[in-house]
């Protein structure tokens, strides 16, 4: 190892009194250092948000393995400083830098940033000015890295695209290739140049080259002005995942992350279709990992990371076709390791709660459901399809078998929803208390947590309004003192202005960078951290630039309505969507896609 | 139960892994032995845990050449092949330097008797007659002074009994007190005193 360029700054007094300092210094276990390859064409992957969170994020771990597997190509990664960090790099004049060889993020090639919800658009921003880059795509001429963007906020990148050079649409495994051929051969061309070419890649979106129109309409339209270019941008996906490469040496922080573990991918997207779920949508269709790649990936990540844990992921997981083989194999392989499996995203059913239990290691303090709403008419019209009988069987289940405390997820605010909804999530949970005390020996309490429903683009629900934050007050009120009756409760409800920031985003168009750029200005860095988050902030910023956050929120749009991210899509057709929000309020429910025998035509697989 | 392999290890903590908590060393050295490949022992009960033990912890920001854990393993590996095959899962800062068995009547953490600190000043120092003057709190023991070609100097301090658990972060106060204000540019754990090795290490 050579010399550390930041030598300076780790020696330097003031580093000493920055939270978790260990968290700077790179070095982990399994990086990968290209060393005398300091000249070769760079990408820097950024999160935007501490290293905590972004090296918990599987995704990071996919793009690090694929771009670095080039040769003479370097990817390494940065993470946005907690805020006392930014301030020491700031008064020391030091700028964002990479983990790997220090370098700083203004000298690569790249810059990919992955945006994975709406309140992390303001932290691009931090990333930019910390790493000295100007804000918007126009005002960087040559000289600073292509600034790239990618991940699920791609279902609709309006709000965002001024900031951005380009955008990935969808799964960037295949087409790394196709992206690295470009940089390393067109490296110092113009970015003009640069852009066009890349814009021929499949899944490329550069939004400048599909100006926003005049448009009087509050939510703008656009429209592709370079005939050669396609109008609707479609998104990569993958067709084998089974063959599909995963980082088998995954990186090894040495500070504690949230989910310090090693985790494998078992499936991509989610064959069930819920009606308010983005992810339901855009990571279609349902793709799995087998049992013997699954078992083989995790057995070489534990020989290679050290890891006491290895978690299952995906959407569903029980809604893998092998999953109880899958299970019972990975288990019988970790034993003597001892490692433990775990399972996470469970569905609320008894097939569910069997699997789990066959993992011997679960432990029995808490387990996790999503029931989303309170009754089987509400549950019809999200397409979630539960029914009262498999919760209570569920619980009772569970209780039965010894666990002390379950957590139960709730929305409020979902479209139709009536009185008789909110009363229903009290009547479940009480109901579920009483199920908890009879069959339960070691019965603690039954955990509720709400949040406001947000409409997410390129779901059935995309035309959908936000509840009106007075209404969403007075059910979050009712239900409350529903379950104040019983002391078996603890209910949970996160703050739902955030919600109504997000819905604002999740729906914007390209106006609303200015909106962002002022709550930046205003220092709204850090916003998915509620001691960072200000409502009024996001409010004024809104009416500063002449716009309305609520309108933009709570505005149901029409089927006659250009979207703001109706030129890029997810291979699902707007039709297809438009049809299953007509199934809800019809109150139908759409069986789950089985491509051989119950295709339902979303149009992905075609 | 089957028989179990108890070993002391010392490894090195040096810039800039002094940055690191000891609960990131312990993970580290659980992990590090798992890639290893070591026949970890683990605890009874129901969430079983590797037998690992460690040492008083080191303040983060002071580096050390002696940390000590207790490792113990199912099988009876040769020290060497232990050492060779942790070194190989960790940077050369985190190093294993020594290791032996551990004696089978005592606990690791009733043996460590001494840590010897290394406090290091980069200016001058006015009163060269200074270890006269001191008046150092029980089981604190003054060891040596060094001057640095560099016009610093280096002052070295035994912490024993009770005191092995004692901050050197907060024994600067004191050092800071009686040198005008002076504060140390680093700080070391240079030496331990572990018992059953019969002299110092």
């Known amino acids: 190892m050579g010399t550390d360029p930041l030598d300076h700054l780790w020696k330097n007094k003031e580093f000493l009194t920055v939270r978790k300092p260990g968290q700077y210094l790179g070095r982990e276990w399994n990086i990968t250092v290209k060393t005398g390859q300091n000249d070769a064409p760079a990408l820097v992957l950024a999160f935007p948000d501490i290293y905590e969170i972004g090296m918990s994020y599987v995704g990071l771990h996919i793009l690090y393995q694929i771009f670095n597997s080039f040769t003479g190509f370097r990817a390494e990664r940065t993470f946005l400083p907690w805020p006392d960090m930014a301030e020491v790099l700031k008064r020391k004049g030091i700028p964002l830098f990479s983990w790997e060889t220090k370098t700083p993020v203004r000298e690569f090639d790249v810059l990919g940033i992955t945006l994975q919800h709406e309140l992390s658009y303001t932290n691009v921003l931090y990333i930019l000015e910390l790493a000295g880059i100007p804000f918007r795509s126009q005002e960087r001429g040559e000289g600073f890295p292509l600034v790239l963007g990618g991940g699920p906020c791609m279902a609709n990148p309006e709000p965002v695209a001024d900031f951005f050079d380009c955008f990935f649409i969808g799964e960037v495994e295949e087409a790394a290739a196709e992206l690295v051929h470009i940089w390393k051969e067109m490296r110092g061309s113009n970015k003009e140049s640069l852009l066009k070419e890349m814009s021929r890649v499949k899944g490329v979106y550069v939004p400048s080259l599909y100006p926003l129109p005049c448009s009087t309409s509050r939510i703008g339209s656009t429209s592709s002005a370079n005939q050669s270019l396609p109008p609707v941008v479609e998104k990569r996906w993958v067709k084998d995942l089974d063959r599909t490469p995963y980082p088998e040496k995954m990186i090894v922080p040495f500070v504690s992350i949230v989910h310090d573990r090693a985790s494998v991918e078992i499936a991509r997207g989610c064959p069930r279709g819920c009606r308010f779920c983005q992810a339901g949508i855009i990571y279609r269709p349902h793709r799995e990992r087998s049992s013997q790649t699954v078992v083989n990936i995790a057995e070489k990540l534990i020989q290679n990371t050290g890891y006491n844990e290895v978690s299952l992921l995906s959407l569903s997981s029980t809604d893998h076709s092998q999953i109880q083989a899958l299970v019972q194999d990975l288990t019988a392989k970790m034993r003597p390791y001892r490692v433990n499996v775990s399972l996470p995203s469970l569905r609320m059913d008894t097939f569910s709660l069997n699997v789990a239990r066959s993992l011997q290691t679960v432990r029995k303090s808490g387990l996790t459901f999503a029931p989303e709403a309170g009754t089987e008419r509400m549950r019809r019209i999200i397409n979630k399809g539960l029914t009262d009988a498999d919760i209570f069987q569920t619980l009772e289940t569970a209780f039965s078998l010894g666990w002390r405390e379950v957590k139960l997820y709730f929305m409020i605010g979902l479209p139709q929803e009536r009185e008789e909804d909110i009363r229903g999530i009290a009547r479940l949970v009480l109901e579920g208390i009483k199920v908890g005390r009879k069959v339960g020996k070691a019965f603690g309490s039954l955990h509720v947590s709400a949040s406001a429903f947000v409409p997410k683009p390129q779901t059935p629900f995309q035309w959908v309004a936000q509840e009106k934050p007075e209404v969403l007050k007075d059910k979050v009120g009712l239900l409350r003192s529903l379950l104040k009756r019983d002391r078996g409760v603890r209910f949970h409800w996160s703050d739902f202005e955030t919600n109504l920031v997000e819905a604002a985003l999740a729906r914007g168009d390209r106006k609303l960078s200015k909106v962002i750029e002022r709550v930046y200005q205003g220092g709204g860095f850090m916003q998915s951290w509620r001691e960072f988050f200000s409502f009024a902030r996001w409010e004024e910023a809104f009416t500063e630039e002449g716009l309305s956050l609520g309108s933009y929120a709570q505005q149901p749009l029409s089927i006659s309505q250009v979207l703001p991210w109706g030129h890029i899509s997810f291979g699902v057709s707007s039709d297809f969507l438009w049809e299953e929000y007509q199934k809800a309020t019809r109150e139908e429910l759409t069986l789950p896609c089985r491509p051989e025998t119950n295709c339902k035509k979303c149009g992905v697989c075609f | ?201």
């Open chain 2, 1 to 201: 139960m089957e028989e179990n392999y108890r070993y002391w290890l010392i490894h090195q903590k040096l810039f800039p892994f002094h940055f690191l908590s000891q609960l990131d060393l312990n993970r580290f050295w659980e992990r590090a032995a798992r890639r290893g490949g070591l026949p970890l022992a683990f605890s009874q009960g129901f969430n079983p845990r590797p037998l690992f033990s460690f040492g008083p912890a080191t303040p983060v920001g002071v580096e050390s050449r002696v940390e000590v854990f207790e490792l113990t393993l199912t099988q009876n590996w040769l020290e060497e092949e232990i050492k060779e095959k942790l070194n190989r899962e960790g940077p050369a800062e985190l190093a294993i330097q020594r290791i032996s068995r551990a004696p089978s009547n005592r606990k690791l953490s009733r043996a460590i008797r001494g840590l010897r600190y290394s406090f290091w000043f980069s200016s001058s120092l006015a009163d060269s007659s200074l270890e006269e003057g001191l008046s150092l709190p029980a089981g604190i023991e003054w060891e040596k002074k060094e001057f640095l070609a560099s016009s610093g100097f280096v002052l070295s301090f035994w912490f024993k009994g009770e005191k092995v658990f004692s901050s050197p972060i907060k024994f600067v106060e004191y050092l800071s007190s009686i040198l005008n204000g002076l504060l140390p540019e680093k700080i070391i754990k240079e030496e331990v005193f572990l018992e059953t090795e019969g002299s110092k290490s």
